[in-house]
């Protein structure tokens, strides 16, 4: 005769315990994984994992399901240096970056700070290799008034 385990709670929990009786490790049915003092922290949102003073690691891989998660464009949209001037002196901050209270607020996913960030630097190169292209030409013009002055 087989047994079946019926689990009655809308979620079992798998507990670790410290020496002092506190949670540690709290494992739902639903997957959720709450490391820490799990009567103070939950996982919010579709986040499976919450580790309540940080991780540390010497790797961490963020997976792409497909292209269309990364964009390309930042070479397409690239802000001019008056919209660059603009956006510092109005927000305090870049173009497309969060300030610093959106971020406390909301948080960031790694993710899309990292495809904000390389499209600033994608900006910076934009800039400084036309910055190089105006400096060759202006060295061009100066060496010819220089040789008309010689005569």
Do not use: C
């Not at 961490?60 to 464009?73: G, H, I, N, Q, Y």
């Not at 060759?136 to 008034?145: F, N, P, R, S, Y």
């Amino acid at each position: 005769m087989k047994k079946h385990l019926f689990l009655l709670p809308i979620f079992f929990l798998f507990v670790l315990s410290s020496t002092q009786s506190q949670d540690i490790l709290l494992l739902k049915t639903s997957g959720k994984v709450v490391i820490g003092d799990t009567s103070l922290i939950s996982t919010p949102g579709p986040y499976n994992l919450y580790v309540q003073n940080g991780i540390l690691t010497e790797k961490v891989k963020v997976a792409l399901r497909d292209a269309s998660e990364w964009s390309d464009d930042a070479f397409e949209s690239t802000p001019s240096l008056t919209e660059v001037d603009l956006s510092i002196k109005n927000n305090k901050h870049l173009p497309q970056i969060p300030s610093a209270k959106e971020l406390v607020k909301e948080g960031y996913e790694l993710k899309d700070m990292d495809a904000k960030l390389l499209a600033q630097i994608e900006w910076l190169w934009q800039h400084t290799i036309q910055l190089d292209n105006e400096n060759k030409k202006l060295k061009q013009e100066l060496e010819l008034i220089k040789k008309k002055l010689d005569l």
